[in-house]
């Protein structure tokens, strides 16, 4: 490709709200440009990017025996209704045609799949099997973010297995999962497996695959002693012991002006561990309408929404309102459990109150008195209240105990790479995909959702390979192996560095020509840009050398290696380097 025919162009400076060193490089070496937030047109020289990162993806699914196919982006409601997840999905994008009848454009393809799955599959024989796509995708994020890192359309390879039964499910999720390892190394990105949420998707069990960055929106706890690694919205850890000797009676003591547990642990000369945290929120529970949901932890912890959220099975969670908590029975930064008509199996209609797994080694801890200015000191559980039912809902925190062995857990930020899912019945059963085993008995297919978003790939590549002159491509992905910089515009400079373009491309190695009437300064700013591989400079110099320097992007190292031969030479180069 010659730069004089190249549709983009490189940028000298970066856009004012490139917050990341991805999203800056790709505006300022032409990779992208932004048509709206978080919706991006690829140019040219991105979209061989992207290319590359698909064929790489590609013969590692190939490898392990799954079929590419194509499904569309435009779902019919009736798919997803089927799941029971068109209400629940909340950044399904969703339209309706000029008949009325609505649609959704496709945020993830379960749906589609388990619909094929219905129809094509009939028999044991026919399992297992596994298919998936490189597709668009369309989600209605709140919030699009750090040029590809968070985007409202996105490429995405998903795949998906369907099976028999749970062993088979497990070898073909380790063989996927071991492909997802290879894929991320050969593009340059040691990412680290995590344990993590199953999320929207559903099923029991999913692992991502995090990239630790610093400016990553995702937080990922790992073990300093042991190999245990998990999202913190799926993180287990050790609760330590808030006991404070026997119990004693329950006393009320004013507390003035202490809405918060900061405030109260101050005024009453406590630790913050004494203390119990309740936190109000309202979801939807359907025929119901909202019902108010109390989560209850020792006031040095923090709900995790995400847990909280799959503990009671779903629907937005939304803070509760100081009129809504009042509606119950509770005052607004005095509020307490005890009092309250709590739910239990023999009073279905009291409110719903989750408590962590840290309640159960508190003693004597001090909680509101539901009165204006007014706590409990000495309170225990069950003596003095009543809780629905137990449940980790804690996030974990820098320094926890690691549940499996004891040792310190460390949370980081990442970028969240890719994420496979065991999905088991979860689509199979509320559309009856079903088969005849060897008996003739109707089973439920198993399944297995995996997904690596492209676009985020492409940007992390960047995170972890540039310097402060631009792009150092790994060659793996890069647009192109070689960039020819031609100096000046005599004569023999332009035959010379025309015949090694040509000799070049006819060799199969992929070349950028900056043949272009620029200041040598300008062509060297782009080179370092754009980023390829291997510069190789044609000027005067060199040839009054009896060659061409050649300089690797990553390197300050620079040689002349002679005209005959060169192309020999640049391709050894490419093959070892």
Not at 179 to 195: C, D, Q
Not at 201 to 208: D, I, L, N, T
């Amino acid at each position: 490709m010659r730069l004089s025919q190249h549709f983009g162009r490189t940028l000298r400076e970066a856009p004012a709200d490139a917050t990341m060193a991805s999203h800056k490089w790709i505006i300022r070496a032409g990779l992208a440009r932004p048509l709206a937030a978080g919706i991006w047109t690829y140019l040219p020289l991105g979209f061989r990017v992207i290319r590359r990162l698909e064929n790489i993806i590609r013969e590692e699914m190939d490898a392990i025996g799954t079929e590419e196919m194509r499904m569309p982006v435009l779902h019919p409601a009736e798919v997803w209704q089927a799941t029971g997840r068109w209400d629940s999905v909340d950044v399904l994008m969703r339209l309706q045609n000029r008949e009325g009848r609505e649609f959704a454009l496709g945020a993830t393809h379960e749906e589609v799949v388990v619909d094929l799955v219905r129809r094509e599959i009939e028999s044991y024989k026919d399992l297992p099997r596994a298919v998936y796509q490189i597709q668009t995708k369309e989600r209605d994020e709140p919030r699009a973010r750090g040029g590809l890192i968070r985007l409202r359309e996105f490429t995405m390879k998903d795949a998906y297995s369907m099976h028999a039964t749970e062993e088979s499910l497990d070898e073909y999720y380790n063989a996927c999962y071991r492909a997802y390892v290879s894929i991320f190394n050969r593009v340059g990105l040691e990412t680290i497996p995590v344990e993590a949420d199953t999320g929207m998707m559903g099923g029991k069990v999913s692992h991502e695959f995090m990239l630790p960055h610093p400016q990553g929106e995702d937080s990922f706890v790992r073990c300093e002693n042991c190999d245990y690694a998990a999202n913190v919205e799926a993180a287990e850890f050790v609760r330590s012991e808030a006991l404070h000797g026997e119990p004693k009676p329950l006393e009320k003591v004013e507390t003035p002006d202490c809405r918060s547990i900061a405030q109260l642990a101050e005024f009453l000369g406590i630790e913050e561990v004494q203390t119990l945290k309740m936190v109000f929120y309202t979801v939807d529970a359907g025929e119901k309408g909202r019902e108010i949901v109390l989560a209850l932890l020792r006031g040095d912890l923090d709900v995790s929404e995400v847990k909280l959220k799959n503990e009671i099975g779903g629907g937005e969670l939304i803070p509760a309102t100081e009129e809504e908590i009042a509606a119950i029975g509770a005052v607004a930064g005095f509020a307490s459990p005890i009092g309250l008509n709590v739910r239990t199996e023999q009073n279905p209609d009291g409110v719903l109150v989750i408590a962590d797994e840290s309640l159960k080694k508190m003693s004597n801890f001090t909680t509101g008195a539901n009165e204006l200015d007014y706590h409990y000191i000495n309170a225990n559980f069950p003596r003095d209240f009543q809780v629905t039912r137990f449940a980790d809902i804690a996030e974990p925190y820098d320094g926890a105990t690691c549940a499996r062995c004891g040792g310190k857990l460390r949370i980081d930020n990442a970028i969240e790479l890719g994420h496979c899912f065991k999905l088991g019945t979860r689509y199979s059963e509320p559309v009856g995909a079903t088969f005849l085993d060897a008996d003739g008995q109707e089973r439920l297919v198993i399944m297995g959702s995996y997904g690596i978003g492209l676009d985020r790939l492409l940007a992390a590549i960047i995170e972890e390979h540039h310097d402060e002159n631009g792009i150092v491509w790994p060659r793996a992905v890069a647009p192109y192996d070689v960039h020819i910089v031609a100096l000046a515009r005599d004569e023999e400079i332009t035959r010379v560095s025309d015949q090694l373009y040509n000799d070049l491309n006819r060799a199969g190695i992929a070349t950028v020509y900056d043949d272009r009437d620029l200041s040598p300064g300008v062509k060297f700013n782009d080179a370092d840009i754009m980023g390829m591989p291997l510069r190789v400079t044609v000027s005067s110099r060199s040839l009054q050398q009896g060659g061409v320097e050649v300089k690797w992007r990553w390197s300050d190292e620079r040689e002349i290696i002679p005209l005959d031969g060169a192309v020999e030479r640049i391709a050894k180069m490419l093959s070892e380097g």
